[in-house]
């Protein structure tokens, strides 16, 4: 069965430090992976995405993510965190894109606290 | 910008009542979604619908039920709350067939706390 691992439950860095938020999925053929943000008092919202093609993706506010089969990882950094990257950020994979489902499994998501 | 709203953002009621919690889409997508989120825990999928008239049970069970009448509307009802309902509700939405770049579209959510 398909899962997704966030390792971290909660992480804190400093504003302007570098962070990186780790992802390990379960399943067994090409996964569609991503990873979305919840601010407080919000929905989620899609930081990026990887289908295939180059395993470095470049998301939006400044994120990027790597996928690594070998790992089975798809880990989230950033260069420098601003104070209002504070959030909870997950990590999911879907395994039926295209079909009439489009299911996602997530992980349990990783908060992060910037201190300033 | 989604444009994906839910109503009530947060509930507070007694046991035994019956309430919906409603969400509304102005994208014109034909999948919805309704998923349990609680503090620590994976975003747990408990209803979807390919479009209207179809609805399915997700991978939580629940004892919430759905109804798709309308494209933009997917509402949920629990006919008699009870305290292990207290949870967050988000609701998503998402395109279908050859546009379905598998990305979700967020409600902003319904927290609801039964006493």
């Known amino acids: 069965a398909q899962s997704v691992t966030q390792p971290d439950i909660h992480i804190t860095v400093s504003e302007g430090a570098s962070l990186e938020l780790r992802c390990n999925y379960s399943?067994?053929?090409?996964?569609?992976l991503f990873w979305y943000v919840q601010s407080p008092g919000q929905g989620l919202q899609l930081l990026l995405k990887y289908f295939s093609g180059d395993t470095l993706v470049q998301g939006i506010k400044g994120f990027e993510a790597e996928f690594k089969r070998s790992q089975s990882s798809f880990n989230l950094r950033k260069p420098s965190v601003h104070w209002s990257d504070a959030a909870e950020y997950f990590c999911a994979v879907a395994v039926d894109r295209g079909s009439t489902l489009g299911r996602l499994y997530f992980g349990r998501g990783t908060q992060l606290t910037v201190w300033p | 910008e989604a444009d994906i709203y839910q109503t009530p953002r947060y509930l507070v009621i007694g046991t035994g009542k019956k309430i919906t919690l409603e969400c509304s889409q102005t994208m014109g997508h034909d999948k919805m979604y309704w998923y349990q989120q609680d503090p620590g825990m994976e975003l747990h999928l408990i209803h979807y619908?390919?479009?209207?008239?179809?609805?399915e049970k997700g991978d939580l069970s629940s004892e919430s039920t759905v109804s798709r009448i309308r494209t933009e509307h997917f509402p949920l009802t629990l006919e008699s709350a009870r305290p292990s309902h207290t949870s967050q509700y988000l609701c998503a939405s998402s395109e279908r067939g050859t546009q379905n770049t598998g990305e979700l579209f967020f409600g902003e959510g319904s927290r609801l706390t039964v006493l």
């Open positions: 399943y067994g053929a090409t996964p569609y």
């Open positions: 619908s390919y479009g209207v008239n179809s609805t």
